[in-house]
Nanobody, 115 residues
Framework: QVQLVESGGDLVQPGGSLRLSCAAS????????MGWYRQAPGKQRELVAT???????YYADFVKGRFTISRDNAKNTVFLQMNSLKPEDTAVYYC?????????WGQGTQVTVSS
């Protein structure tokens, strides 16, 4: 079974924080890299951050210093800690795991930043 399940999205005020979680099935968590993407209304899906099994991390420029990606290997879970949220961070956030040439996606979790 291959499955990614995101959670943690919510409505938050500008400057606030949220922590997103992505629970992965065993098979997908064995992927060499897992990542978070987001898609705002009317825009293309964009990469937010990735983390490899060895802990190498990449961040898109627009989240550097504000977001932190991490993984708990014991729980097959990847996290995205989001601080100093801005209205432009409003989007559906998706977890991603490529495996054997196939990109697997979760169902997404909505993050809305608004006063």
């Amino acid at each position: 079974q291959v499955q990614l399940v995101e959670s943690g999205g919510d409505l938050v005020q500008p400057g606030g924080s949220l922590r997103l979680s992505c629970a992965a099935s065993d098979r997908l968590f064995s992927s060499n890299v897992m990542g978070w993407y987001r898609q705002a209304p009317g825009k293309q899906r964009e990469l937010v951050a990735t983390i490899t099994r060895g802990g190498v991390i990449y961040y898109a420029d627009f989240v550097k210093g504000r977001f932190t990606i991490s993984r708990d290997n014991a729980k097959n879970t990847v996290f995205l800690q989001m601080n100093s949220l801005k209205p432009e961070d409003t989007a559906v956030y998706y977890c991603n795991a490529p495996l054997f040439g196939i990109n697997y996606w979760g169902q997404g979790t909505q993050v809305t930043v608004s006063s």
